[in-house]
């Protein structure tokens, strides 16, 4: 078992904002983020629920601008119609607003320095999701660790005997500080126990606190999110009360929680440069040296893992952008962003054994089902639901009044696929039948209303490829931007005719629909017959002037590589459609990726060039999908390997940015980025080793799932030319078993039944 260790040789420092680079501990409710300080430490304390500010109210109805919008965008006026929806919502008095998720509050630790200090340290155990500060004052050696027990819901902390602790709001690390705090603070120190509230907008919430001292200080904190203190102190005092007085018995059940998840599967690779007890700095520098080293890759695919794991459990709520750390009030881009981002987050988790972590997602959209018909109601008068791009707890009408976001309607369609994979993986025929069949059909009947027919063809308007937009609209021999060419776009109009994404999700979910039709006999065969005039009513895919695939079908788009979305790749990834199409339609999606990491390389972000690494992985070049990592590693990532959205150094690697804002989507699709490179699956077919890249010499991984029901672990050794992996059948199934020399055999497997290959990797 491989004990995964992140150590670093600094408190956090990122200026005026030391948050970024803290040590981040959670159980998918309560979250805490370790700043690692010497004399006066602060522990940043947030939880899952914990959001403010957002304002939900009905949607007046505007679906009468649409058929003026259609009208307009096809006869070419596109810059007058981008906003029609969106204006028509102001004007008739919609103002809803997104709410923020909330730091709760502040644990400090003050321990006065006797001689300063030196051999310091911190360093996050992956493996037990435990915290360490540790550092020398004079001939002593101070140390504190910390986890968030996710056996006991309760943030455990153990430091020096004669450590001062207090509770108080978070404060932020702003140098000239604007922030609107939290009102109304109050603290009660009771003997051991400490009372903490505050509000936010008039709501309570508040933390309470119990201080063991003995040979060390032991600190037991549980926070709450809802209810009044009158109430709450004397309930979670309670529950704190119940718990064992000691670190390690709590640790103990704490450490058999997370590892039952973390365990599921592992990453081992072959390192004769770095070794696994290299600081995260010296991976770092030596990125910037020769590229990605295999011990920072492997960390990094168990710190995704890691943070997934800690950002969500059964009961709470998705992981959003930010996981449970943001440092800022009111933070940006805080939600959950489903036009990549949050399917990014989820890549991960069926393939490497975190099924359970998906239920979280499922809760969130299902309680939103009357919201989202309400959005495909008033704004767009179809049946059916309508999933923005935007949402957050509280609600999922559409708050964000972007038009891009307004008039992108995939979100419902690539959920839906989340719905589906599940399913696949599990074969779980209660989630089929009440939780996924009911999503995808709602799905589906808004697109049956959504799209126009035109002769055998169906096509999308609005249509958005998110969140590009065409480079010379109607053959304009003049850029974008110029006010004297005629017909001209302004950068943020993305609205358009028939974006391939648009196109290729609404085709996915209705070839699903109609496999599942035909598979288990769960729907009505006039149903069925409705779905295959749609699935064979889709448009064709096109190729551009480069070989590459269209962005946007319509002759008036023409295609723009100068961007960080790779949307209308999707029919290889995240789609299954064209996996494994034949070679020249892989080369063509080759070709595509490849333009995104060439002519737009000075356009990506982390999450994109981890976008990139996945398709390259399907289309089974693992140098390009190793470079696309390794990129990250030079450019977006801090000294606690959290990812930035993009460079803040003008490296050219990305985008150009005035800020650099924390978000967790890369860290964590760096994890399923590595399974894809190491295995594919689809429901009859399994691949090994389809994009192993030279510098992964040696190594293993496993256990990974499939989704054709076998449970696969590899190990490999390239210098040997010979891999083994054992297949073990989950349940009946039968499928072919893809080598990476080319080769391949056929297998039937009982329940329960193993095999073991040998094969060559060349």
């Avoid at 590009?468 to 950068?491: C, E, I, P, Q, W």
């Amino acid at each position: 078992m491989i004990d995964y260790q992140m150590t670093m040789r600094r408190p956090a420092s990122w200026w005026n904002g030391n948050w970024r680079e803290g040590t981040p501990l959670g159980n998918g409710l309560h979250g805490a983020l370790i700043y690692g300080n010497i004399a006066n430490e602060k522990i940043m304390l947030t939880h899952t629920r914990l959001w403010r500010e957002g304002k939900n109210m009905s949607i007046p109805d505007v679906s009468d601008i649409l058929p003026q919008m259609r009208a307009l965008i096809f006869s070419g006026e596109v810059l007058k119609a981008d906003r029609m929806i969106n204006d028509a919502l102001i004007t008739r008095g919609y103002a809803p607003h997104e709410a923020y998720p909330f730091p709760a509050a502040d644990l400090n630790i003050s321990l006065p320095a006797v001689k300063g200090f030196s051999k310091y340290k911190r360093t996050l155990d992956i493996s037990t999701a435990q915290a360490f500060v540790e550092y020398q004052d004079g001939d002593d050696v101070i140390q504190r660790r910390s986890f968030v027990s996710r056996a006991d819901d309760v943030v455990v902390v153990e430091c020096h005997k004669n450590s001062v602790i207090h509770l108080s709001i978070h404060q932020p690390d702003l140098i000239n500080q604007s922030e609107q705090l939290p009102e109304n603070e109050c603290i009660i120190t009771e003997g051991e126990w400490q009372f903490f509230k505050t509000e936010i907008s008039g709501i309570e919430h508040g933390a309470v606190l119990k201080v063991l001292r003995g040979e060390k200080t032991l600190i037991l904190l549980k926070i709450y999110t809802e209810g009044e203190s009158s109430n709450k102190w004397y309930e979670l005092k309670a529950e704190i009360e119940k718990l064992s007085p000691d670190y390690d018995h709590l640790l103990c059940s704490h450490i058999e929680a997370h590892q039952k998840l973390f365990n599921a599967c592992q990453l081992s690779l072959e390192d004769d440069k770095c070794n696994r007890a290299s600081s995260n700095e010296e991976l770092l520098d030596a990125a910037y040296d020769t590229g990605l080293t295999n011990v920072l890759a492997e960390r990094m695919w168990a710190y995704g893992r890691y943070l997934l794991i800690s950002s969500t459990q059964l009961g709470g709520l998705p992981c959003n952008l930010t996981g449970l750390w943001s440092g800022e009030y009111r933070a940006f881009w805080s939600f959950n962003m489903a036009n990549i981002n949050l399917e990014m987050i989820y890549w991960q988790a069926l393939s490497g054994g975190l099924e359970e972590l998906m239920l979280p997602i499922f809760d969130y959209y299902d309680a939103g089902l009357e919201d989202m018909k309400e959005n495909a109601r008033k704004l767009y008068g179809c049946e059916g639901i309508f999933l923005p791009a935007v949402t957050m707890p509280g609600g999922i009408r559409h708050v964000c009044l972007s038009p891009h976001i307004t008039n992108w309607t995939a979100g419902a369609g690539w959920i839906a696929q989340l719905y589906y994979d599940y399913y696949i993986y599990t074969r779980d025929m209660d989630f089929l039948v009440n939780r996924a069949l009911p999503f995808m059909r709602e799905a589906a009947k808004f697109y049956a209303d959504f799209i126009i027919w035109k002769g055998e063809h169906w096509h999308v308007c609005p249509s958005v490829s998110p969140e590009n937009h065409t480079k010379n609209y109607k053959g304009n021999s003049k850029n974008l931007g110029d006010s004297n060419a005629n017909n001209d776009l302004s950068d943020g109009t993305q609205s358009s005719i028939d974006a391939t994404m648009d196109i290729s999700v609404i085709k996915e979910l209705f070839r699903h629909l109609i496999e599942i039709g035909g598979a288990t006999e769960l729907l009505p065969e006039d149903e069925l017959a409705d779905y295959r005039k749609i699935l064979y009513g889709t448009p064709d895919y096109e190729t551009n002037e480069w070989g590459a695939p269209r962005e946007w079908l319509h002759k008036d788009f023409p295609d723009n590589d100068l961007h960080r979305h790779q949307s209308h790749l999707y029919p290889v990834f995240p789609g299954l459609e064209l996996s494994r199409a034949d070679s020249r339609t892989i080369e063509i999606y080759h070709k595509g990726a490849i333009r995104r990491m060439t002519v737009g390389l000075s356009w990506q972000t982390s999450w994109s060039l981890i976008q990139n690494a996945h398709t390259m992985a399907r289309v089974k070049d693992g140098e390009l999908a190793w470079e696309s990592l390794s990129l990250i590693t030079k450019s977006c990532v801090m000294r606690n390997l959290f990812t930035t959205h993009n460079d803040w150094r003008g490296s050219g690697i990305g985008l150009e940015f005035p800020m650099a804002p924390f978000q967790i989507d890369a860290n964590i699709g760096w994890a399923s980025a590595v399974q894809e490179m190491l295995l594919y699956s689809n429901t009859d077919r399994v691949d090994l080793l389809p994009a192993l890249p030279k510098a992964w010499t040696k190594g293993s991984i496993g256990t990974m799932k499939t989704r054709c029901g076998v449970d696969v672990h590899i190990t490999w050794d390239q210098s040997q030319n010979i891999g083994n992996a054992l297949l073990c059948a989950i349940r009946e199934t039968a499928f072919t078993l893809y080598y990476p020399d080319g080769n391949y055999e056929e297998f039937d497997q009982m329940a329960g039944e193993n095999a073991q290959v040998e094969f060559r990797i060349k």
